[in-house]
């Protein structure tokens, strides 16, 4: 089990940006493949971009070329930079392995896109 806890989300207008941060526990983060997930209300979590223990990435369609997802193996850290966000990227965002492991869910960072 990795113990992850989120940060870095907020209330940003239109186009406007922020960076999460999921900072991990363990010595065994580097090992794993990491993603980022949201979940707006009313529907379900969902994965949104990964990166691979190369460093190799993925994006869900609705992100791609807003957003980019990187890790830092030294800090235990995966990163995801939001730009040019939309009122439907409104939503509580996770990090976990990927795929993702149940008991690794931790609290989430609430991103709301509203102006």
């Known amino acids: 089990q990795v113990q992850l806890v989120e940060s870095g989300g907020g209330l940003v207008q239109p186009g406007g940006s922020l960076r999460l941060s999921c900072a991990a526990s363990g010595s065994i983060f580097s090992i794993y493949a990491m993603g980022w997930y949201r979940q707006a209300p009313g529907k379900q979590r969902a994965l949104i971009a990964a990166?691979?223990?190369?460093?190799?990435?993925s994006y869900v369609d609705s992100v791609k070329g807003r957003f980019t997802i990187s890790r830092d193996n030294a800090k235990n850290t995966v990163y995801l930079q939001m730009n040019s966000l939309k009122p439907e990227d409104t939503a509580v965002y996770y990090c976990?392995?990927?795929?993702?492991?149940?008991?690794?869910w931790g609290q989430g960072t609430q991103v709301t896109v509203s102006s």
């Open positions: 976990n392995v990927a795929p993702a492991v149940a008991a690794n």
């Open positions: 990166i691979a223990k190369d460093g190799s990435t």
